[in-house]
């Protein structure tokens, strides 16, 4: 029996095969999973109701199984018909400063403009796409998965 708070199988198998630079979405539950992805990613859905699970549960526990040297977020476009609101951060991201000051970890939140986010997941890198159900707007993370080696 694993002891980690991780536990869902097809997740540890992935971060298992992947190496460092390796790149994990952790989509909230409106994020277009099905085609805004790598070309060699996998899609674990972890939807169970609206809300639950969220992108912060799932980071924490990501956290807790593999060491992540980058934590980008997806940054607010000012253009984007949705901006209007979140005037300031989206309040999610003060959850997950809070989950990477209690883990100790050395990571901060680089946002990366909406658009440009799209972008970045669409990358060679790109591993795993784990789903949410989080409801909460601008939630989505990209982490970069580090080498255990540091």
């Known amino acids: ?41 996998e899609l674990v859905s972890l939807q169970l109701m609206p809300g639950v699970p969220t992108v912060a549960q799932v980071f924490e526990a990501l956290l807790g199984a593999v060491r992540i040297d980058e934590v980008f977020t997806m940054g607010v476009d000012r253009a984007d018909s949705y901006a209007a609101a979140t005037p300031g951060d989206p309040p999610v991201w003060a959850d997950y400063r809070r989950i990477l000051a209690a883990l100790k970890s050395p ?44």
Not at 16 to 40: E, Q
Not at 107 to 121: G, H, R, S, T
Not at 125 to 138: E, G, K, N, R, S
Request: aromatic fraction near 8%; glycine fraction near 6%.
């Open 107 to 150: 990571c901060q939140l680089e946002p990366i403009v909406k658009w440009d986010f799209y972008k970045a997941v669409a990358s060679e890198d790109h591993v795993l796409t784990i789903q949410t159900a989080d409801t909460q707007p601008w939630a989505n993370l990209i982490v970069s998965l580090g080498c255990r080696t540091f």
């Open 1 to 41: 029996m694993l002891n980690g708070s991780l536990v869902h199988p097809e997740i540890l198998r992935i971060l298992a095969t992947s190496g460092h630079h390796s790149k994990v979405l952790i989509a909230d539950g409106n994020y277009p999973a099905a085609n805004k992805r790598g070309p060699r990613a």
